[in-house]
């Protein structure tokens, strides 16, 4: 085909202009087909050169998966200097805080995703497939790595929660219905039962996304969040926090096992004597009748004969739970261990917030969230004498803040009960027990929303894009509903291409880019949002992480547990018990079974044979060979008339074969031993609460061992660094045997400190080598 030829006329003279060649002119359709095949091989898109129709190749799309060391960790104590955690928080960006809940959400999806898909509960499901799953404030993009035999392998990808314009308007394409679509063209003549209307089919045709699971149900949290500057508006509001946090003070003081320690201290008791005078004030300026219940308004300060007259009555009810016996009276030292925590912790208070009768309730606010988070700025010489034990400040004065702080959120619902001082203890008791109340960069609130935590609490700084606000979280664990939308992986793939591309090659840093904008036919906003920083901006990306079908209980009782080795040797020894229990019974000589344990040590002991002498109606005893003189004796009175247990011959010199192989199988039986001996170097790495028997914490080769491995049952003790145990069990990630895997992506040791059972990560030990 010719090419165009266009004059213009320059005078007399024509100037000929040719035009870009047609593309399919022959020699450019045969470089353009050598390109297509290029392309379609290394799987790398074709470009417009310029807008043109010459055509280039670019770099290839991803198509096998390669994992790397994402940029979404979460920021807190743990991982931060110190001065950062006091000039500063760490934690004041929201998506920080927020991608907890995704790495929940992980894990949730880890124990139900592998038997979901096995049940087809999200449709056809391909290695590589991509879905996201959504709900009111948790969007993610879920991606199939790979799938085995009773295993899959995903990837999760967190959205932020406070999503763009463009991120609401295809969560709310994906959420909205189309069976009341009515219409036909341009009228509305309805649809048969059942049935989609002609309008809605053809708009469904269109997408690049189906809805394959409407109602999902996860294990979750709901999340609510309360502005906290209305909460201490008023003088009189904040009256009520001070009263409830000098409550909580002597709640944590009188209840501390250390209370005897403290009031037989020194330093301590030369500053309690100053204060035990009938007429001792504390006239320091940041004490104020506005704020101060136990204000003297003549005296000008916070007085001792005041504070009693306000509080006595609680700290001899809160010593009443601890010892009856004494009696609590005005002059006694607890008394004056109370008064002088609680005029510190009023002080600090005021410290933080630069004055707490400021009109100004972020002021208070700031000085408020600085002690929640561990922030305690001694400034006065009344109160050095808290450095004889700093301990006064971690178990009396950090937690009765916090404490403080929920129950002046609760005291607009229990106004009249909370004035039952009854009452008030029994919420603070119970607050203790089932709330966890911490700062979100607290390595605490971590394990306890992963540790499946009931409720949790906590006060939020945001300070993002002109925001500056206090918020009151509130956790509370439920199960939460998504809808699951399968994305056509190819879509997915060719968003993050071109993303790659606009970004990188193009070097677009236009933040309003038109690649993130919505468009709902193929959810392109929520896909290029999840791509890998700094293409996306996820706030959470999960480890590739391996779903089990054996931990899906729906599953295993429909085709049953899996098939490892471990099991098939658990069948047989199991066999095995049962016929050594029958065999000891027909061994005694009688149709009827003894107990376990005593067929087992008389009948098939192969430490040595057993006779026994006697007959019916008397005291039956037996004689076991080769064992000590206090175990010789062993009484058959449950035997009765049953006859007595008469040996063999061969078995009174050497141990029959029956009861040689009994040995072998006792011995294959018996669990993997530690002889491993280390010393905890972080504590912040003990799983306190994986033993409450929820699904989805570690299974326990031992049930004892279950019991006494939580903080619920240590009744107090809390590992310490420095301390030393003995490995006795270990969990492993993606152990194929379930006793011996891993609930997170760690090792995780149990060690044995004395009766008490420690689970922590292998990162938070120090190997002492084998204990000897």
Not at 92 to 105: R, T, V, W
Not at 740 to 755: A, N, P, T, W
Request: a neutral charge.
């Amino acid at each position: 085909m010719a090419d165009h030829v266009v004059s213009v006329c320059n005078g007399d003279l024509p100037f000929p202009c040719l035009a870009n060649p047609q593309p399919f002119s022959v020699p450019h359709s045969a470089m353009l087909f050598l390109q297509a095949g290029v392309s379609a091989f290394f799987s790398t898109p074709l470009n417009p050169f310029l807008g043109s129709a010459i055509f280039i190749t670019s770099y290839a799309r991803p198509v096998k998966f390669w994992e790397k060391d994402y940029n979404t960790k979460r920021v807190d104590h743990s991982n931060t200097r110190l001065s950062s955690q006091l000039e500063r928080n760490p934690g004041a960006d929201d998506n920080n805080l927020n991608s907890i809940f995704y790495e929940h959400l992980t894990r949730s999806l880890q124990h139900s995703l592998c038997g979901d898909l096995m049940m087809g509960r999200w449709g056809n499901t391909e290695q590589g497939d991509c879905f996201i799953m959504a709900s009111d404030y948790l969007n993610a993009l879920v991606h199939v790595i790979e799938m085995g035999n009773g295993l899959v392998t995903f990837q999760l990808r967190g959205l932020e929660f406070r999503g763009t314009y463009c991120q609401q308007r295809e969560v709310e394409a994906i959420t909205e219905g189309v069976e009341d679509n009515e219409g036909f063209c341009c009228c509305e003549p309805g649809h048969l039962p059942h049935f989609l209307s002609l309008n809605a089919a053809f708009n469904q045709r269109g997408l690049a996304w189906e809805v394959v699971v409407t109602k999902y149900v996860l294990d979750g949290y709901s999340i609510s969040d309360n502005n906290a500057a209305s909460m201490v508006q008023s003088y009189e509001t904040r009256k009520i926090l001070i009263s409830f946090y000098i409550k909580s003070i002597i709640y944590y003081t009188v209840r501390s096992p250390r209370l005897q320690d403290w009031l037989e201290g020194e330093t301590i008791l030369e500053a309690l004597q100053a204060t035990t005078g009938d007429n001792y004030v504390d006239v320091d300026p940041i004490f104020s009748h506005h704020i101060d219940e136990d204000y003297d308004s003549k005296l000008k300060g916070v007085s001792r004969n005041k504070f009693c007259s306000v509080y006595l009555k609680w700290i001899k009810n809160c010593y009443e739970r601890r010892d009856k016996e004494q009696i609590i009276i005005k002059t006694s030292p607890v008394v004056s261990l109370c008064y002088c925590l609680s005029l510190l912790g009023r002080r600090a208070l005021g410290t933080a917030a630069h004055n707490t009768i400021s009109a100004s309730a972020d002021l208070f606010l700031f000085g408020l969230h600085a002690l929640f988070k561990g922030d305690f700025r001694i400034t006065s010489p009344h109160d050095e004498w808290v450095f004889a034990d700093m301990e006064l400040l971690r178990r009396v004065v950090a937690p009765a803040i916090r404490m403080a702080l929920k129950l002046h959120q609760d005291c607009f619902m229990y106004t009249d009960e909370y004035e039952d001082e009854s009452f008030l203890y029994t919420a603070i008791s119970n607050y203790e027990s089932n709330l966890v109340i911490s700062h979100e960069a607290d390595p605490q609130w971590r394990n306890a929303v992963l540790s499946n935590t009931p409720s949790l609490l906590a006060l939020r700084h945001v300070f993002d894009e002109g925001t500056d606000e206090y918020k009151v979280i509130m956790l509370n664990k439920k199960f939460l509903t998504f809808r699951v939308v399968k994305v056509n992986r190819e879509c997915v793939r060719g968003l993050w291409a071109g993303q790659q591309q606009e970004l990188i090659f193009l070097r677009n840093r236009n933040p309003e880019r038109g690649s993130i904008q919505n468009a709902k036919q193929a959810l392109r906003n929520m896909i290029n949002s999840s791509c890998d920083q700094p293409i996306g901006y996820p706030i959470y990306v999960s480890p590739l992480t391996t779903s089990y079908s054996s931990t899906h209980n729906q599953l295993a009782s429909i085709i049953g547990g899996e098939f490892i080795l471990a099991n098939v040797k658990s069948f047989f020894q199991n066999v095995w018990k049962r016929m050594r229990r029958r065999c000891g019974a027909t061994c005694a000589g009688s149709s009827s079974g003894f107990q376990e344990e005593m067929a087992y040590s008389i009948g098939c002991s192969h430490v040595g044979a057993a006779t026994a002498l006697g007959s019916a109606g008397s005291n039956t005893r037996a004689t076991t060979i080769g064992t000590p003189t206090n175990q010789q004796d062993i009484a058959l009175q449950t035997l009765g008339n049953r006859g007595s247990l008469i040996s063999t011959t061969s078995s009174l010199g050497k141990p029959s074969a029956l009861a040689a192989f009994a040995g072998v199988l006792t011995e294959i039986n018996s669990k993997e031993t530690f002889n491993q001996k280390v010393r905890i170097m972080d504590p912040s790495l003990v799983f306190l609460n994986i033993n409450l028997g929820r699904r989805i914490d570690v299974q326990w080769p031992n049930e004892e061992w279950r019991l006494n491995g939580g903080s619920n049952a240590w009744q107090g003790w809390l590992p310490a660094k420095g301390m030393v145990g003995i490995v006795v069990h270990k969990w492993i990630p993606c152990h194929r045997e379930t006793i011996k895997r891993s609930h997170v992506d760690k090792v995780i040791l149990l060690v044995q400190i004395g009766d008490k059972y420690v689970p922590i990560a292998d990162s938070g030990v120090m190997d002492l080598g084998a204990e000897v």
